[in-house]
């Protein structure tokens, strides 16, 4: 049975409706997911579980990969250059659509815990606008409501608040962020009234911004001594050797907090009826590729992991067909037998489970801020990038009306990114190809038409 059919079945009478729970986790490296085979430390049996029972999407990319770009795909089915949260502090329009009004509209209650990052902040100090939400900026999310904006802001690992519907502060002291925010969601599972959406989204395993660390439970300080090295870390400079270590202990943590919703599911019942959703912002690169962790067109950057059980999805399966943030709405709009708006510009991927591939476009289109203005197509086999020059007086800006390419990646050839092929004359018509389809897929996204110029600094 296809997801949309589960979604649709009869009961009494009645269309019964999947409830809905999403986990975020924030900066959360897709190979750290023990199901993808990369990493050998174990990390995720609880997720490697739930990938076993549903479906592992090998092939999912963030489509801006830093946080409230990224939140704003996930939840408007919409590129950033469309929904207009083009970088951190842009707040995501008071009448945007997005998952949850959609499913409000179709009788969900729609609940969010934890981070948002979505409220508008620009020219106004941070601690004015960390924190609570007003209920015209939550993106519809109109009933439970335990979020701070920033949390990385309002909370360390052992204290600090979320902010209740009211904008009332939910205080905790002495136990670790992630097991108080499970154990709210725990709370909430255990009464809820279905049809609902309740999004779980964790601060970890992002690091805490005004120490510039990665911190893990306190039983878990010193789990990892000796930690796996990723191949794409291995041979550049970054803060890696001294970071890793905490980074997999929150992984770990977060993978006990996954395990920890399963099984209220379970307990509950609510599993047979539930769709849960596991997935990231973006990834995590530590340093190595600029001067912070993400904000760049590499794999570390824009892969995230992506698994999905409950209705219709408990297939254990894979696919290997790139997918993105936008597609996550309208495919678990299309799951709960809700139509999708035509404001998405993402495309339901439930087709590919049942392996109905024809037209299904396997490519993803990616838009970089903040660090550089830049513009990317990650194909099966390419990464392609362009970024707008900076000069003396260089500052993010949304877009540009010209960008020059600056990373060719052939994964084939090299999976951990570590030869730019840009500029290479042997790689001249395969830039050609990539620029070209680059700039389509600009217009297409923003209705833009900026040029695209090849590598100033060609290789012989």
């Known amino acids: 049975m296809s997801a949309s059919s589960a979604a649709s079945a009869q009961t009494g009478g009645e269309v019964k409706r999947p409830n809905i729970v999403l986990i975020i986790s924030d900066q959360f490296r897709w190979d750290c997911v023990g199901a993808m085979g990369l990493n050998p430390m174990n990390l995720t049996p609880n997720l490697d579980a739930m990938a076993g029972h549903g479906v592992l999407f090998r092939s999912a990319f963030s489509n801006q990969p830093v946080c409230a770009p990224a939140r ?33 509209q179709a009788g969900y209650s729609t609940n969010y815990i934890g981070k948002w990052h979505l409220a508008p902040g620009e020219g106004r100090p941070r601690d004015e606008v960390s924190g609570p939400v007003a209920p015209a900026h939550r ?7 335990e979020a701070s904006n920033m949390l990385e802001f309002t909370s360390h690992a052992y204290e600090g608040n979320l902010y209740d519907n009211d904008g009332k502060p939910i205080h905790f002291s002495g136990q670790y962020r992630v097991d108080f925010m499970t154990g709210r969601a725990q709370r909430f599972l255990r009464s ?56 997999y202990a929150c992984v770990a943590r977060i993978d006990d907090a996954a395990g920890s919703i399963r099984k209220t599911l379970a307990e509950t019942g609510l599993d047979r009826d539930t769709i849960l959703v596991f997935m990231s912002d973006h990834g995590n690169h530590f340093k190595t590729r600029n001067t912070e962790y993400k904000r760049s067109p590499h794999e570390s950057s824009i892969h995230i992991p992506l698994i999905i059980e409950g209705p219709g999805f408990n297939r254990s399966m894979e696919t290997s067909e790139l997918v993105s943030q936008v597609d996550l709405a309208p495919a678990l709009l299309e799951a709960a037998g809700v139509a999708v708006p ?49 000069g003396p007086d260089w500052k993010p800006v949304p877009k540009a009306d010209r960008y020059v390419e600056y990373a060719i990646y052939d994964h084939g050839a090299d999976p951990y990114q570590q030869v730019n092929l840009a500029g290479r004359a042997p790689y001249s018509k395969t830039a050609d190809e990539l620029r070209q389809r680059l700039i389509a897929r600009i217009r297409e996204a923003s209705g833009a038409s900026p040029t695209i110029e090849p590598c100033w600094f060609p290789y012989p």
């Open 342 to 390: 035509g404001s998405m510009q993402g495309h339901s991927f439930l087709g590919l489970l049942d392996r109905r591939t024809e037209g299904w476009r396997n490519e993803v289109y990616f838009e970089m801020s903040e660090f550089v203005t830049g513009r990317g197509l990650r194909t099966p086999r390419y990464t392609y990038a362009a970024a707008a020059p900076k």
């Open 72 to 104: 704003g795909s996930i939840f408007t089915g919409q590129y950033p250059s469309r929904h207009g949260v083009w970088h951190n502090g842009s707040g995501l329009a008071e009448n945007a659509t997005t998952l949850a009004t959609a499913l409000g």
């Open 192 to 247: 809820a009234k279905s049809p609902f959406l309740l999004v779980v989204s964790y601060l970890e395993v992002h690091h805490q911004n005004d120490t510039d660390t990665y911190d893990p439970p306190k039983e878990y300080a010193h789990r990892y001594p000796n930690p796996f090295i990723p191949q794409d870390l291995r041979a550049l400079p970054g803060s890696w050797p001294s970071q890793l270590s905490d980074y």
């Open 139 to 145: 993106g519809g999310f109109r009933d439970l409501w």
